[in-house]
């Protein structure tokens, strides 16, 4: 009793305590959190934009786009002027670009890539212990990363050869078109599996997409997304 006593003591001391820090920690999580005005926002993201920039000294440039029209916010910051590679924001357009042709019955899922580009396009590209299975890679296979070839970006490249992902810092203004992307692959890497055998990450392979996107719409690829995706969507 004398136990339970003390305790229930302790508890109605303690209780006021509790109530206090806690209503203060309330306050000053409010006060961190609390709304703020769109001159404010747009003010912060500015300086975040800014603080960024200065911590990562590498980077090309730093740009960042917010647009919420309910809240009255389409801005920009940084160097909105500045061309950026798009990495794999492309895979999207061609994977669009090539359904479509699907969807349309001009090619199928399981049409071969070797009936929509060249052979020599893919000389050595699929070759795996020995066998060359170029034509048996289907485009639904290059879609899902399982057609076995290798990644030019960031696959491991042969006879200690850099990696094209090393190759772009050491060489910042190169240019790379479609079929040296290929090269890299065809000449320092190798096919690492069978084509439907197993799922591999494989820029290289949406390369290859993307001249089957030129052979199909009869046009450049940044002009078949233009006139598909971009101009359509304003």
Known sequence: EDNMNARVNIFIILA????IVSAVLGAAFYSAVKPIDKQQAVAKMQLDVEKLARKSPNLAGTTM??????????????????????????KLFTS?????????????????????VSAQTLT???VFEGKDYAKEVS?????????????YFDGEARNGS????ELMIDEPDREWTPQQLLDHSRVHQQAL????????????GYVLLGLAI???????FELAVADEILIPLG
């Open 124 to 126: 050595d590209l699929f």
């Open 193 to 204: 599996s069978r084509p439907g055998e197993r799922y591999l990450y494989s820029d290289s």
């Open 16 to 19: 006021p305590l509790l109530i």
């Open 214 to 220: 030129e052979a199909l719409y009869g046009k450049p």
């Open 162 to 165: 850099k990696k094209v992902s």
């Open 65 to 90: 786009a917010v647009y919420m029209p309910h809240k009255g916010i389409d801005s920009e910051f940084g160097a909105s002027h500045r061309l950026f590679h798009t990495a794999s924001v492309g």
């Open 139 to 151: 485009i639904e296979q290059l879609l899902a990363h399982t057609s076995g070839i290798a990644d």
């Open 96 to 116: 669009i670009m090539i359904v479509r042709k699907i969807e349309s019955g001009a090619i199928r899922a399981d049409s071969r890539i070797s009936d929509i």
